[in-house]
């Protein structure tokens, strides 16, 4: 028998802001976290503008041994704070739990690559002697889940996940699993990403993946409208408390709401390219719906992977089409990369945290840029103000390189 698996805690670090009031309040007042580039020169570069979170500290915004947090990557110390956040909000003392049955599941889509790209020019620049020792530590996919276990003594599964854009959500939904399985009673588990580096940033410029509109950057990540041309660059980390619904119960905890389907798929077709067909996306999307035990009439919102590239936000629209058929004209379809620009593997993270949020205000977030639909983006999508509606049960997309398709379904406890 399956266990039933509910959300008691949520954090992010964002563009927007490092708690869920500054972020979920941007995101409703349609601001912007993208904008110039400034923790370094991006002057020789196509591309000279992202979600980047300028004004972030660890050791200002998380109470843990400074030294210790200095000898992490970015992304890691994206993590922990986030991770701070959501075991705040969850009530759970940790001083008289069995963290034995407390594990972790972060998913990254690079890691440190930060760190890499440090090291690299160390090693080239002064000598394979003046690398530092904590490199690999810092670096490895790994590191944000092993650092979170670390921080909090967390002793039950501990495990990592990298499928691109993709991972966080996959991370949630293999998190759940352990969960409603009997593996763990309560899972860390979310995404965190710093790619926005001069190697991340060339690298995806390079594929003419990102948008070039660097006179006008807010206007820049543009999901389903006709004038998009590509995503923007973002960085983050959105970190959820999964917790077994009984233990919640009995605990008296504030539940934020219920993950009850998670699916997922390979496009098969393309390392870069979605499916134009979105055939892997819509069997993602069904699989979620149907282990959740709802039929597609049950679903009311869809937070959309909606990067604002040409290709994949057709793809989408086309896959839902298939999934909902007649009830896809009746569903607010959003994404929130217009407000973020796109965070790689923490998006899935990020984004499943406005959902929590959707579902408590029973509001639909807006498609930020969103001021003409493109060719085959025929559908709701929430352009550019809030829309409040009844909402029961939220399907989550996220899609990422190597045609990995990961779903979730989020629902108010019943």
């Known amino acids: 028998m399956r266990r039933r698996v509910v959300v008691t805690g949520a954090g992010v670090v964002t563009a927007l802001g490092c708690n ?35 004004y972030f500290n660890a050791t200002e915004l998380v109470d843990l041994p400074k030294k ?9 110390q994206f993590s922990v704070v986030a991770t701070d956040q959501a075991f705040k909000q969850s009530g759970l003392d940790l001083g008289a739990e069995d963290l034995t049955r407390f ?9 440190g690559l930060n760190e890499i790209e440090e090291q690299h020019s160390t090693l080239y620049g002064r000598g394979p002697t003046r690398v530092s020792p904590f490199m690999i ?24 996940v990298a499928t691109a854009c993709a991972s966080a959500t996959n991370a949630i939904g293999d998190a759940y699993r352990l969960i409603q399985y009997g593996t763990a009673d309560v899972m860390v588990t979310g995404g965190s990403e710093a790619g926005l580096t001069p190697m991340g940033l060339s690298g995806f410029g390079r594929m003419n993946a990102l948008s070039t509109r660097n006179d006008d950057p807010e206007k820049a990540s543009r999901p389903f409208d006709a004038d998009r041309d590509g995503f923007v660059l973002s960085e983050g980390a959105g970190i959820v408390i999964l ?29 870069t390219a979605p499916d134009p067909e979105g055939r892997g996306a819509a069997m993602a999307m069904a699989t979620a719906i149907r ?9 009311q919102y869809i ?23 007649d009830h896809a004209s009746k569903l607010a379809v959003s994404s929130i990369k217009g407000h973020l ?59 990422g390189f190597g045609g990995h398709n990961a779903c979730l379904v989020l629902s108010g406890v019943r």
């Open 243 to 271: 917790e077994e619904y009984e233990r919640a119960k009995a605990r008296g905890a504030n539940i934020l709401g219920e993950l009850n389907g998670y699916g997922m798929s390979a496009d098969a077709t393309h390392m």
């Open 68 to 76: 210790e947090l200095r000898r992490l990557d970015r992304f890691s």
């Open 291 to 299: 282990d959740a035990e709802l039929n597609p009439e049950d679903i």
């Open 103 to 111: 594990g972790v599941l972060i998913g990254s889509g690079i890691g």
């Open 20 to 54: 869920l009031g500054e972020y979920w309040d941007a995101i409703l007042a349609g601001k912007s976290g993208v904008g110039p580039i400034r923790r370094f020169d991006p002057s020789e570069f196509k591309v000279r503008f992202g979600g980047e979170i300028s």
């Open 341 to 399: 620009g796109h965070t790689l593997g923490a998006s899935g993270g990020v984004e499943i945290v406005a959902c929590l949020l959707a579902l408590r205000d029973q509001v639909a977030p807006p498609t930020a840029n969103l001021d003409k639909p493109g060719e085959g983006c025929d559908l709701n999508y929430v352009p550019n103000e809030p829309q409040q509606m009844p909402i029961k049960s939220i399907l989550k997309n996220s899609f």
């Open 137 to 160: 530590p810092k670096l490895m996919v790994n590191a944000a889940s092993g650092n979170v276990s670390v921080q909090w003594g967390l002793k039950g599964p501990n495990s990592a």
């Open 303 to 325: 937070n959309a992977h909606g990067t604002s590239t040409p290709l994949g936000d057709k793809a989408e629209n086309v896959a839902i089409r298939t999934v909902f058929g």
